[in-house]
């Protein structure tokens, strides 16, 4: 089976900007959720879907949303994007969202200048 | 809200050396896992501990979760410079609520 798959892998935004990423799950997989990685923060909750809804959601300002597709696919939106959004924006999948391990893909690494 | 903590941050041994790293959460845990991130790399999901005093093996890693749920522990015996990376413990407070991480050790081995 194909691993998680992020895209791009790396982006350079400038503030103000938005930004666009994308994550493919394992096939089969129904739950999608997102972290944001820094050196200071850990690995920080995102949001978390499952079958097209928002199942949960983390300590984020609006400017950060998501959104997932009938296939299971997921994208995750930034807007006005700045200097401290940038970071390493990792996506997971799983079976379910009760109890089951996260697969993680690579992640998109996003610089804002 | 709920807080997931770990120590220590950082730990350096020299090869063959035992290492060990505590999780600590807030709140009661259904479940945790654990996952090991190598440099440059993404977290990799090592195993789940779901009864309260479970004990789990892998190899040379023994895995811990405490009687009251709360908290878990990683042990490595005789590291090997295949181990470097960072160790997350991840716990949820019911199975589908959020997975929250611990903010990890940084595990170094000195060959």
């Known amino acids: 089976k194909a691993g998680v798959t992020q895209t791009p892998r790396y982006l350079i935004k400038t503030r103000g900007q938005q930004v666009t990423l994308s994550c493919s799950p394992i096939?089969?997989?129904?739950?999608v959720s997102w972290y944001q990685q820094t050196p200071g923060q850990g690995l920080q909750f995102l949001f978390e879907y499952f079958s097209e809804t928002q199942r949960n959601k983390g300590n984020f300002p609006g400017r950060f949303s998501g959104r997932q597709f009938s296939n299971s696919r997921s994208e995750m939106n930034v807007s006005t994007l700045e200097l401290g959004d940038s970071a390493l924006y990792l996506c997971?999948?799983?079976?379910?969202?009760?109890?089951?391990?996260?697969?993680f893909g690579n992640g998109t690494r996003l610089t804002v200048t | 809200g709920q807080q997931v903590m770990q120590i220590p941050q950082y730990q350096h041994v020299q090869e063959g050396e035992d290492f060990t790293t505590y999780c600590n959460s807030s709140t009661t845990l259904s479940n945790i896992q654990w996952y090991k991130q190598r440099p440059g790399g993404h977290p990799v999901f090592l195993i789940q501990l779901v009864k309260s005093g479970e004990v789990k093996k892998q190899k040379r890693l023994t895995f811990q979760f405490g009687e009251a749920k709360k908290n878990s522990s990683l042990h490595i015996t005789a590291t090997q410079t295949t181990d470097v990376g960072t160790y997350f413990c991840a716990g949820r407070r019911t199975s589908y609520d959020k997975v929250i991480f611990g903010p990890g050790t940084s595990l170094s081995v000195i060959p």
């Open positions: 997971a999948s799983s079976p379910d969202s009760g109890g089951f391990t996260l697969h």
């Open positions: 096939s089969g997989h129904r739950s």
